[in-house]
């Protein structure tokens, strides 16, 4: 079974750090792109950043340019999204996706479960 | 940044009837060689994550029943549940997926009438 498994969520104060993961299995990580989205308290879905197969592109929504990092490990089927100056904006459900198809552009075929991460004083 | 926007926000329809969903790109979507439309459809039921339900504008998912369709080319598509179950309620989203930043819309409530 394809599957996508994050942590790392927890509460944290405004301006803190807090890194992501998500372990992936059932099916060979290294062919897809891989992203994050997430999705504040009532509120719709947003994307935040997405990468290639081998890291060396990265792309990430504006609001957490400079703050976010996504990265990735192939030989542990890992995705990560290291988390700078927290703010409360970002508090939201963080899942990871995984592109429906190994080309550069595709829908989101698999979903995680989410893990959550609350900023706040 | 592209825009997407759903219409209308929530949706009540009876059981066994259709529903219908909008969405529109603020730009054409109709892209690549293979002249396809870069649009997916999610499912969300409360407290899971989103589905694929739909690719390339009208492509069902495996798994995906069939009274699921997508249709609809370039700026306008929509998602059509032809016979509404209860397993149905859920917020629909679609999304572009030529672009970056990706873009989802504003998001579909579907409630039973």
């Known amino acids: 079974e394809e599957q996508l498994v994050e942590s790392g969520g927890g509460l944290v104060q405004p301006g803190g750090s807090l890194r992501l993961s998500c372990v992936a299995s059932?099916?060979?990580?290294?062919?897809?792109?891989m992203a994050w989205v997430r999705q504040a308290p009532a509120k719709g879905l947003e994307w935040v950043a997405n990468?290639?197969?081998?890291?060396?592109?990265?792309y990430y929504v504006g609001s957490v340019e400079g703050r976010f990092t996504i990265s990735r490990d192939n030989a542990k089927n890992s995705l990560y999204l290291q988390m700078d100056s927290l703010r409360d904006e970002d508090t939201a459900v963080y899942y990871c996706?995984?592109?429906?198809?190994?080309?550069?552009?595709?829908?989101?075929?698999?979903w995680g479960q989410g893990t959550v991460v609350t900023v706040s004083s | 940044d592209i825009v997407m926007t759903q219409s209308p926000d929530s949706l009540a329809v009876s059981l066994g009837e259709r529903a219908t969903i909008n969405c529109k790109s603020s730009?054409?979507?109709?892209?690549?060689?293979?002249?396809?439309?870069?649009l997916a459809w999610y499912q969300q039921k409360p407290g899971q994550p989103p589905r694929l339900l739909i690719y390339?504008?009208?492509t069902r998912e495996s798994g995906v029943p069939d009274r699921f369709s997508g249709s609809g080319s370039g700026t306008d598509f929509t998602l059509t549940i032809s016979s509404l179950q209860t397993e149905d309620v859920a917020v629909y989203y679609c999304?572009?997926?030529?672009?970056?930043?990706?873009?989802f819309g504003q998001g579909t409530k579907l409630e039973i009438k």
């Open positions: 996706a995984r592109w429906r198809e190994s080309r550069a552009n595709a829908a989101f075929g698999i």
């Open positions: 059932g099916f060979i990580f290294n062919n897809y792109w």
């Open positions: 990468m290639d197969q081998d890291g060396s592109q990265k």
């Open positions: 730009q054409s979507l109709l892209y690549g060689s293979n002249n396809k439309n870069y």
């Open positions: 390339w504008a009208s």
């Open positions: 999304q572009e997926y030529y672009f970056t930043p990706r873009t």
